[in-house]
């Protein structure tokens, strides 16, 4: 358990196998149960849990620990069985919060589980040599001599020790991190969970969800451990070409009127055809409105956004003051933000990319001018405040699918955020542009889907799909794999029928 404990906190993963029982403790106990017993126990209650659970978990180990009497493997069998229980039980209270990947869950039970069918034969070990060299009758422990006692003695206690000075250690290890995922899961957001709205589905097996899940939902950012802050310590401060500064808390800004809206966001490096885009539905408070309430300067056009590991963007004022809904966002689909995600505050400005307009962790909004100010991304040479093009993908039929002659569905998606699409085009073995039938979108901020039968002989067949904006942007072909610029090209794939 310390094993698994410290990779847990090592991996800074949420649930150790002892907090994943304790939390499956609390969600399944009769709610009367539950609170007589907080009544009578008050603030000690997740202690006493916690001891509970351990010792049911010693009372176990130790009637497994007898089956090792006779040999290493006796005990393996129930030793599974409870790592696979481990698994289930861990695999469930991580699905709650869905941040990190759960087969990464995985490894730390596997590793502990590895651990005790070590330590349990090597703890053993003593009592077996014992057994097979001088005595014929294991099952009497009482003729036991003195030194295999002591030797058990021994490597029992330092086995504790080190189990116990693992333990400490993993705690320290992993605190902070495990204290803002608790604050996370123990918030109450005034927002709503919103399923996709009627009519955005297109009726194709395959198509991947119009709504992207935050599991599902692609992370893009540069530190390979996202900042852990709790919402207690998050400050945001306004300043700048402003009239008032502002400072603002967490439960200040969550005070504040929620907006909330479908958005796609994509980043810029997306591949064509590629997975780094996703849309949600985001809560969180009007950047606009914020803004304003600061009173902005004339001659300001930008702002300069800041997140607590240093990252910057530079975000034009024009994309945030209109009427789309670029907002510091609290939740998303209905959560709190996953700490991968930007936990707590995160900006959201459709119709931008996310170098652009989508500071994680933002803690600092400076008003400013696009002409005075840089960001992070523009120092590297990609253009500053540029704004999302127009896009296309095909999920169905999928790169290299066999498939029967005939009638063929073909299916995807399309997007310009904060503009939206007015068609979609689908073009087979290199014919003419046929008009997709197009899915209703709730806004210009999301994605459509697009599906269109196609009519199919035998043989190799090539599909390619290109959008074309509300705008009138018409996507581009020209395939261009720019360092500093968003990849154009037409999504193309290809497909046998028989
Ligand atoms: N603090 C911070 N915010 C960031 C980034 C980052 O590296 N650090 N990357 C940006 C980029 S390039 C994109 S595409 C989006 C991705 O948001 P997501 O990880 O929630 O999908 O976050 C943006 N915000
Ligand atoms: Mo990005």
Redesign the pocket.
């Known amino acids: 358990m310390a094993v698994s404990h410290v990779l847990t906190m090592a991996l800074t993963l949420r649930v150790s196998p002892l907090v994943a029982v304790a939390d499956q403790v609390v969600v399944h106990l009769p709610e009367p149960i539950a609170d007589r017993t907080k009544g009578f126990l008050g603030g000690l209650d997740k202690p006493v849990l916690m001891m509970v659970v351990g010792l049911v978990a010693a009372a176990i180990a130790a009637w497994v620990g007898g089956l090792a009497r006779r040999g290493w493997w006796p005990p393996l069998p129930a030793q599974l069985l409870l790592g696979a229980a481990g698994i289930v039980l861990v695999l469930d209270r991580s699905a709650a919060a869905p941040d990190e990947l759960a087969a990464g869950d995985v490894v730390p039970l596997v590793a502990g589980l590895i651990t005790w069918v070590a330590v349990l034969s090597f703890l053993a070990e003593p009592l077996r040599r014992w057994s097979e060299t001088e005595a014929p009758d294991p099952d009497r422990p009482g003729r036991h001599p003195e030194t295999t006692r002591r030797d058990l003695l021994a490597r029992g206690v330092g086995v504790g020790l080190l189990a116990l000075a693992g333990g400490i250690f993993g705690e320290r290890l992993g605190k902070t991190r495990r204290h803002v995922e608790e604050s996370r899961r123990l918030l109450r957001l005034p927002v709503t969970d919103r399923r996709p709205p009627r009519g955005v589905r297109v009726d194709v097996d395959g198509v991947k969800p119009w709504r992207t899940t935050n599991r599902a939902?692609?992370?893009?950012?540069?530190?390979a451990v996202p900042?852990a802050i709790e919402p207690d310590d998050w400050q945001l401060q306004i300043h700048g070409l402003v009239d008032r500064d502002l400072v603002l808390g967490y439960q200040e800004l969550v005070d504040r009127r929620i907006v909330e809206g479908w958005a796609t966001?994509?980043?810029?490096?997306?591949e064509v055809g590629g997975s780094?885009i996703?849309n949600a539905w985001w809560s969180g408070v009007s950047l606009a409105r914020l803004l304003r309430d600061s009173g902005i300067r004339p001659g300001a056009d930008a702002v300069r956004q800041t997140?607590?590991?240093?990252?910057t963007?530079l975000t034009p004022l024009s994309a945030i003051l209109d009427d789309r809904n670029a907002m510091l966002a609290i939740a998303?689909n209905g959560e709190p933000l996953p700490i991968?995600?930007?936990f707590p505050v995160?900006?959201i400005v459709p119709g931008v990319?996310?170098?652009v307009g989508?500071?994680?962790?933002?803690v600092d909004l400076e008003v400013t001018t696009m002409d005075a100010a840089t960001s992070?991304?523009g120092e590297r040479g990609w253009p500053e405040g540029l704004a999302a093009g127009v896009g296309s993908r095909i999920d169905v039929p999928e790169d290299g699918d066999d498939l029967r002659a005939g009638t063929v569905y073909a299916a995807g998606t399309a997007w310009k955020p904060g503009v939206g699409i007015e068609s979609v085009e689908v073009a087979i073995d290199g014919g003419t542009w046929q008009p997709a039938e197009l899915a209703r979108a709730p806004g210009a901020d999301s994605w459509v889907q697009w599906s269109l039968p196609l009519d199919v002989g035998p043989g190799e067949h090539r599909l390619r799909v290109r959008g074309i904006a509300a705008d009138g942007e018409v996507q581009s072909g020209m395939p261009r794999e720019p360092e500093t610029g968003p990849r154009t090209g037409w999504h193309a794939i290809g497909f046998d029928a028989s």
Do not use: I
């Open positions: 939902f692609f992370r893009r950012h540069e530190v900042p966001l994509t980043c810029v490096t997306n780094q996703g997140s607590a590991e240093g990252w963007c998303m991968g995600h930007g995160r900006s990319y996310g170098y989508s500071c994680k962790w933002v992070d991304w």
